[in-house]
């Protein structure tokens, strides 16, 4: 378990940026908590197994945030108040012998993110821009005496490119 308070003040790159620096920026405010467990098999089990579950939550006021300008330069701006929650959930396992070993991890990320309206209902706007909700990666590796070999992928959401989530990058894998 975790509980944080933090600031930011902002940067040289972020007020004087030229073109698109902004020296009215505020310095951010956050509180955060984050929640885990981990699960790990005794190690002389084989194969050995690994599990784990992350939950998060920020607030963040002020939270700079860089967006495209009007111009094809970006410049960044204060948001007013900034909730993320999340979850992380990874996996693995692995088995060895003399010789030979295998090995296999993956984890995948839930985020929510979006800027809180400052009317009177308080609802929570889009997902703000860039930020994906969901990200995944996994990873094999696999050796036997002195030969090694290993295979890693991740794939990243739908990540909006306008605040109204009208436009978004479509998802990748690599």
């Known amino acids: ?13 972020d007020l004087y940026w030229l073109p698109g620096g902004n020296p009215g920026l505020k310095s951010e405010y956050g509180v955060s ?14 194969p050995a197994l690994t599990a784990g579950i992350n939950i998060f939550r920020n607030r963040i006021t002020n939270m700079i945030h860089w ?12 948001l007013g108040l900034v ?3 999340g979850a992380e959930l ?4 692995e088995y060895a012998t003399d010789h030979l070993f295998v090995k296999m991890t993956g984890a995948w990320s839930y985020t929510r993110a979006s800027e809180t309206r400052d009317d009177e209902s308080g609802q929570s706007t889009k997902q ?3 930020v994906p909700v969901h990200q995944a990666n996994a990873r094999l ?19 909006y490119i306008s605040a109204d989530n009208s436009d978004y990058l479509p998802g990748y894998l690599l």
Do not use: M, Q
Request: glycine fraction near 12%; avoid cysteine; charge should be positive.
């Open 83 to 85: 909730k993320i929650i």
């Open 128 to 130: 703000l821009v860039y």
């Open 33 to 46: 908590w984050d929640l885990g467990l981990d699960y790990r098999s005794k190690h002389e089990l084989n």
């Open 90 to 93: 990874k996996a693995g396992g």
């Open 141 to 159: 590796r696999a050796g036997y005496g002195i030969l090694r070999a290993s295979f890693n992928s991740s794939w990243t959401g739908r990540r």
């Open 1 to 13: 378990a975790n509980l944080s308070a933090n600031s930011k003040l902002p940067g040289l790159n």
């Open 67 to 78: 967006y495209p300008g009007e111009y094809s330069y970006w410049s960044p701006v204060n």
